[in-house]
């Protein structure tokens, strides 16, 4: 079975620019999960999406947003890029129940110049 | 979801187990331990999770105290690609505002040597 795909891999912006990155769940997985990974931070969870719904979300503005389709593919935005937005964002798929064994995909390393 | 302690870095030799700790004193009864590892600048790799009773897979043992307070991770014969950062956590089964998320740590650096 394919694993979590993610595209691109790497990605540059400049200040103000906007974003958008891809993430492709293994088959029959309906949960997709975003998560942002800098090294003053860490992982930190951005938001969650079930049969095209978002049911959770963590601390982020709302510059950072998502959505998923009919298929369980999700993409997440970024809009009005910041330096402190440049990091590794990583996404995780699952069944989509709680405490669900979640996946990850390989990232994709967002520059913002 | 409850906080998990875990020490900043480990060494283990090469072939012999590596045995990771962590302290979660305040899990709550539907919250489970999960284990993930993350070689450097990928993404995080699942390896076990646990609820009360040890567990086995292909990967590693979990070993979960009777009181659920604490837990240990262990690789049976610890080779050089193991070396990455290893993360304890205690994720929630009851849905709502845990769907989906996994509150990562600081983990473990395992190095494994030669």
């Known amino acids: 079975k394919a694993g979590v795909t993610q595209t691109p891999r790497y990605l540059i912006k400049t200040r103000g620019q906007q974003v958008t990155l891809s993430c492709s769940p293994i088959?029959?997985?309906?949960?997709v999960s975003w998560y942002q990974q800098t090294p003053g931070q860490g992982l930190q969870f951005l938001f969650e999406y079930f049969s095209e719904t978002q049911r959770n979300k963590g601390n982020f503005p709302g510059r950072f947003s998502g959505r998923q389709f009919s298929n369980s593919r999700s993409e997440m935005n970024v809009s009005t890029l910041e330096l402190g937005d440049s990091a590794l964002y990583l996404c995780?798929?699952?069944?989509?129940?709680?405490?669900?064994?979640?996946?990850f995909g390989p990232g994709t390393r967002l520059t913002v110049l | 979801d409850a906080k998990t302690t875990q020490p900043t870095s480990m060494d283990c030799a090469e072939g012999r187990a590596a045995n990771l700790p962590c302290n979660h004193s305040t899990i709550s009864g539907n919250e489970y331990v999960y284990w993930y590892r993350q070689i450097h600048s990928q993404g995080p790799q699942y390896i076990i999770h646990?609820?009360?009773n040890n567990e086995t897979n292909e990967m590693a043992s979990l070993i979960i105290t009777e009181d659920r307070k604490s837990s240990t991770l262990i690789l049976p014969h610890a080779t050089l690609r193991d070396t990455a950062v290893y993360y304890c956590?205690?994720?929630?089964?009851?849905?709502?505002?845990?769907?989906?998320?996994?509150?990562f740590g600081q983990g473990t650096i395992l190095t494994v040597h030669p």
């Open positions: 646990g609820l009360k």
């Open positions: 995780a798929s699952g069944l989509g129940g709680g405490a669900d064994t979640q996946y």
């Open positions: 088959s029959g997985h309906r949960s």
């Open positions: 956590i205690a994720a929630s089964q009851a849905g709502g505002t845990s769907y989906g998320k996994l509150t």
